[in-house]
Every structure is written in structure tokens, then in C-alpha cells.
């Protein structure tokens, strides 16, 4: 069993950064694909940036390339999001996921608890 374990969030002015990371427990962290994802109140979840199994290839969406960054140590079992330029409407719940059926975003598996970015104005 996979569980993943997010931490980092926080309340950040906007302009200012913030730091996420997700644990994973299992031997297999190193095996699979892991995503980030955020939930803003009212809207639905939706998909942040990915990063392949070895961590040779990321992916963003459109709304943070440039300002997020996402990485991996296999080694620790670790995903990480480094999130800077951080503006209000980055407000939301952020998830950390693992072992999608299709990379980049689609069909993941495992699910982290969730943990909240809030970013005032």
C-alpha cells in the first residue's frame, strides 16, 4: 500500500514562495510517475505540473509554467513543488499523486491527504 504524505502549505503574500513536498511510503516510489493537483474553493481539481518516474521530463499547465517548479528525489521518496511567484488566485488545496494510468494527468492511483496554499493579496 502507497500512501502519500503532503506538507509545505502555508499563508504567503502574493509575490512571496512557498514549498511543498510529498512523502511517499512503499519501495516503489521510484517506479512511477507523480503529480501535483489543486482544489480552489467552489471549483474543481485540477492538474498543476507532472514528472516522469526517473525525473527526466516534466510537465506544467499553462497558469505556472515559469513560477513552479516540481522534482524528485527517488532516493528519499520524495516530490517536491517549489512554488514562487505565488499570486491569489494560486489559493487552493494542492495534492500530491502517484501512478498515473496515462502521463501526464490522467488516472492516478495514489492520493495525499491534500495540504492548503492560501495567498493574499
Known amino acids: 500500500q502507497v500512501q502519500l504524505v503532503e506538507s509545505g502549505g502555508g499563508l504567503v503574500q502574493a509575490g512571496g514562495s512557498l514549498r511543498l513536498s510529498c512523502a511517499a511510503s512503499?519501495?516503489?516510489?521510484?517506479?512511477?510517475?507523480m503529480g501535483w493537483f489543486r482544489q480552489a474553493p467552489g471549483k474543481e481539481r485540477e492538474a498543476v505540473a507532472a514528472?516522469?518516474?526517473?525525473?527526466?521530463?516534466?510537465v506544467y499547465v499553462e497558469a505556472v509554467k515559469g513560477r513552479f517548479t516540481i522534482s524528485r528525489d527517488n532516493a528519499k521518496n520524495t516530490a517536491t513543488l517549489q512554488m514562487n511567484s505565488l499570486k491569489p488566485e494560486d489559493t487552493a488545496v494542492y495534492y500530491c499523486?502517484?501512478?498515473?494510468?496515462?502521463?501526464?494527468?490522467?488516472?492516478?492511483?495514489?492520493w495525499g491527504q491534500g495540504t492548503q496554499v492560501t495567498v493574499s493579496s
Open positions: 499523486a502517484g501512478a498515473p494510468a496515462n502521463f501526464p494527468f490522467d488516472g492516478y492511483a495514489y
Open positions: 512503499g519501495r516503489a516510489f521510484g517506479r512511477y510517475a
Open positions: 514528472i516522469s518516474w526517473i525525473g527526466d521530463y516534466t
